[in-house]
């Protein structure tokens, strides 16, 4: 009766087109569509993600002048700028479209935006349409980025301490090189970008695991091997190290070796994303090697004990969900933020510099999948997992917010 009386009102979501950007505004989409929405998704052309796989949505493109191009941690802020410069006007053009068009009998009620989409305001604006931001990241980076804009306007902190050892008093156990604008060479740029990001910003902060509670669609650019699933169904439980480091960091063709020799040398067996051609024969038997995998279903998988992870958001809920531990490699931005919670403050992560030697990966993923100190990690992991499980469930802070959510937009 409730999805009945809703299904008139369409929210109008806009993801940015990063695979770690998709995959929670798609969930949140799933979700809102099981609450009684209509969603219609636009999006970039850049990164066109798989219609077919959500046939409950309208998918309408925007013309962003971005096709062709590779993303890196390099060019990373000047594509999102760019989208921010070219994407403005076709946007206002489409949803005023959208607006007059008989087809659409169901009204917009608001539009939900990736928060490095921040065009969408003054579109929203000039449309006198309600607008909700997404941050795909954690509350964690969300509230250091506020402490880090107000130490720099304060002058209390300046970008050259971004790599200091040094703990940053107000933002503890973060240390100077753990902030999420180290690592950048633009670091003006990406301050820039992140003032923009948060001025529109509305207060509430929660982190959400989204795609335990959408359903199961896949919003994978790239298509998802599933032979892994077999091959780690003939591992001994909680024996396998899943290895995958994102689908936007670079790394050296020494540190590949490096891994490649530290993963072999452990004598366990592993699971690695994306592995380039030219290491495949150092790496011995014991593994499994993909270009995609089903990420949430691998790690769902009881022969997982353990990831070795950039620390990306997604990647780092989805094992913190499945009660695995991980050794944290950090890249960049939020990762270090990430790396540095998962170890000093919930005790389920090795943090790891990077540059290390096959000797040292050897111990340490030893470490992690054979020795006490694993185990004790896991122990902890499956505590979180349960304390998560909780608050999924009726009652529960994360069930609780969502009703949340749909009430202020029904209240919109
Ligand atoms: N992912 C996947 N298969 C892979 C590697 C990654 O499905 O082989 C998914 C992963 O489940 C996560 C997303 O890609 O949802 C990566 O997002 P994350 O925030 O962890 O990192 P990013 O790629 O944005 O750096």
Redesign the pocket.
């Known amino acids: 009766m409730e999805e009945q009386r809703q299904r008139h009102q369409r929210i109008v979501l806009l993801p940015c087109l990063?695979?770690?950007?998709i995959?929670?505004m798609l969930q949140l989409g799933s979700i809102l569509h099981s609450k009684g929405f209509s969603i219609t998704i636009t999006h970039t052309q850049f990164n066109f993600p798989n219609t077919l796989n959500h046939p409950n949505f309208n998918f309408l493109p925007i013309v962003d002048g971005f096709s062709n191009c590779n993303v890196s941690s390099v060019n990373f802020i000047d594509v999102i700028s760019g989208f921010n410069s070219n994407c403005k006007a076709p946007l206002q053009e489409l949803m005023a479209q959208m607006m007059e068009a008989k087809e659409y009998q169901d009204e917009i009620t608001c539009i939900i935006y990736d928060e490095y989409m921040y065009f969408a305001e003054a579109v929203a604006n000039h449309l006198k349409l309600p607008s909700i931001i997404l941050s795909?990241?954690s509350a964690t980076n969300t509230l250091s980025f506020h402490t880090i804009l107000q130490l720099l306007k304060d002058s209390h902190i300046s970008t050259q301490d971004s790599m200091s050892p040094e703990l940053v008093p107000e933002l503890q156990p973060l240390r100077f090189k753990d902030l999420p604008i180290s690592n950048f060479n633009n670091i003006e740029d990406l301050l820039q970008l992140i003032a923009k990001a948060h001025e529109t910003r509305i207060s509430t902060l929660h982190d959400r695991p989204f795609?335990k509670i959408a359903p199961a669609a896949?919003s994978?650019l790239?298509e998802?091997d599933n032979s892994c699933i077999a091959w780690l169904d003939e591992q001994m439980r909680n024996s396998v190290i899943y290895v995958?480091l994102?689908?936007?960091?670079s790394m050296k063709k020494k540190e590949l070796a490096e891994m490649a020799w530290g993963l072999a040398n452990s004598k366990q067996p592993f699971l690695w994303?994306?592995l380039p051609d030219g290491f495949k024969e150092a790496v011995g038997e014991r593994r499994c090697i993909?270009?995609?995998?089903?990420?949430?279903e691998?790690?769902a998988h009881s022969a997982i004990g353990g990831f070795w992870?950039?620390?990306?958001?997604?990647?780092?809920?989805?094992s913190i969900c499945e009660g695995v531990p991980m050794i944290c490699q950090a890249f960049f931005?939020d990762?270090r933020v990430h790396a540095r919670y998962l170890s000093q403050v919930r005790k389920i992560g090795m943090e790891w510099e990077n540059n290390l030697g096959r000797g040292e990966i050897e111990r340490a993923i030893r470490k992690l999948m054979v020795d006490r100190e694993g185990e004790e990690m896991r122990q902890q992991a499956m505590e979180l997992k349960e304390k998560i499980d909780d608050c999924m469930k009726e009652g529960g802070s994360s069930y609780n917010s969502l009703n949340v959510l749909v009430d202020y937009i029904l209240s919109l």
């Open positions: 990063f695979q770690g950007h995959n929670p795909t990241s795609h896949s994978s790239m998802e995958s994102g689908s936007i960091a994303v994306s993909v270009k995609w995998a089903p990420q949430k691998v790690l992870s950039h620390c990306g958001w997604n990647s780092t809920l989805e931005g990762q």
